[in-house]
């Protein structure tokens, strides 16, 4: 079964073409970054603009590169939510058009959903539930015991920032540009990452939840200190050593927590077979580090096969939309007309 994606939710047009659920025909994103650069972030306005001139392009040149056209294609799956609601629109209305113009099934995908089956794109062997996943995006971060295809409890998720996005407001505070993973993953490379003694909340005894607001305040007064003290002026002026010294302290105090919570989660459900990393950060090369580390050798531990799979992208949703396809069949029509939702049920 050929599975059209589309993808808009942020500020990435995404569409690809995905057989049964794992195997990627093509996988195309159409990237923001340059754009969101210049203000330090998304401005959804903008956003959506650029997903209205280039959605039907990226949708083009995924069936090119697939070797398809959409009359093979036997159905569409689009991020419903959640996400930036004029970006979603631009994605879901595209959606629902090709979808009764070419009589095909529409299959609405939560955002969450898709990251998680991100470690289904490309693999040969079979995964084995149930699965402890941990998310970790720019709007999300999250604990899951997957008990089974579509089966979710939520054990934690975070009760302010979400990690990416404590790694872009670092960034951002540092002067390194957006997004600020990968800056700030760069930069903890050559830092010390005991330079600085920050926060890990870890919250009440036993709760699996995240908050990384106040490890995000505690980088903000480490900036401010540094700045009086040095008496600096402008930000082109901090020096690479403090710039590299507090991104290795942050990021250290962000993993610690991840993947602390991660242990915590199999201790309490210790049943699961594997352990799924996915979401944005989980390109960060660190965190797979210091999980792979902490976890015992008998269980699988998955990532996304490919860094491309881990930022936001369509593959993922077209995986997820086949496993919900084959599961509720009764509930996928062509022009179901879908509209922007935060359901997390389907
Ligand atoms: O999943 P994603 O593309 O979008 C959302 O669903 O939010 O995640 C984007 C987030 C951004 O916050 C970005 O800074 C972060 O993923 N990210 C990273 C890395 N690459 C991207 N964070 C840490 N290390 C990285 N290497
Ligand atoms: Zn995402």
Redesign the pocket.
């Given at each position: 079964m050929k599975i059209l994606g589309i993808e808009s939710?942020?500020d990435?047009s995404g569409a690809s073409v995905v057989e049964n659920g794992v195997k990627v025909l093509s996988n195309v994103v159409s990237s923001q970054i340059d754009i969101h650069n210049k203000t330090g972030g998304v401005v959804p306005e903008v956003a959506a603009r650029e997903h209205l001139l280039n959605i039907l392009p990226v949708i083009d040149s995924a069936l090119k590169k697939a070797n398809t056209d959409l009359n093979e294609i036997d159905a569409i799956a689009v991020t419903k939510g959640p996400?930036l609601i004029s970006s979603l629109i631009i994605g879901t209305q595209t959606a629902n058009v090709l979808s009764i113009v070419k009589n095909k099934v529409l299959i609405p995908v939560h955002?969450?959903v898709g990251?998680i089956y991100s470690n289904w794109l490309d693999i040969e062997d079979e995964i084995v539930f149930p699965v402890i996943v941990l998310t970790?995006?720019?709007?999300?971060n999250e604990i899951i015991l997957m008990r089974d295809h579509l089966d979710f409890q939520v054990l934690g998720e975070s009760r302010d920032d979400?990690?990416?996005?404590a790694?872009?407001k670092v960034?951002r505070i540092l002067n390194m540009g957006?997004?600020?993973?990968?800056?700030?993953?760069k930069a903890s490379l050559k830092g010390n990452e005991n330079a600085f003694k920050l926060p890990k909340a870890m919250l009440e005894k036993g709760s699996l939840d995240f908050s990384f607001s106040g490890l995000k305040t505690a980088v903000l007064n480490e900036y401010l200190r540094y700045i009086q003290m040095n008496n600096i002026k402008e930000e082109k002026d901090l020096s690479e050593k403090f710039k590299c010294d507090i991104s290795a302290s942050f990021?250290k105090a962000c993993n610690e927590v991840l993947s602390d919570k991660v242990i915590m989660a199999l201790n309490q459900y210790p049943e699961a077979k594997e352990i799924h990393l996915a979401?944005?950060?989980?390109?960060?090369?660190?965190?797979r580090e210091m999980i792979k580390s902490k976890i015992p050798n008998s269980l699988k531990f998955r990532f996304p096969k490919s860094?491309k799979y881990?930022?936001?992208?369509a593959s993922m949703i077209a995986s997820a939309g086949y496993f919900i396809y084959n599961s509720r069949k009764e509930s996928c029509h062509s022009s179901s007309n879908i509209i922007p939702s935060t359901d997390f049920s389907m």
């Open positions: 939710s942020c990435d996400g955002h969450i990251h970790v995006s720019g709007g999300h979400a990690c990416g996005e790694f872009d960034a957006y997004p600020g993973g990968p800056e700030i993953y990021q979401g944005g950060v989980s390109a960060n090369l660190n965190l860094l881990c930022t936001d992208n």
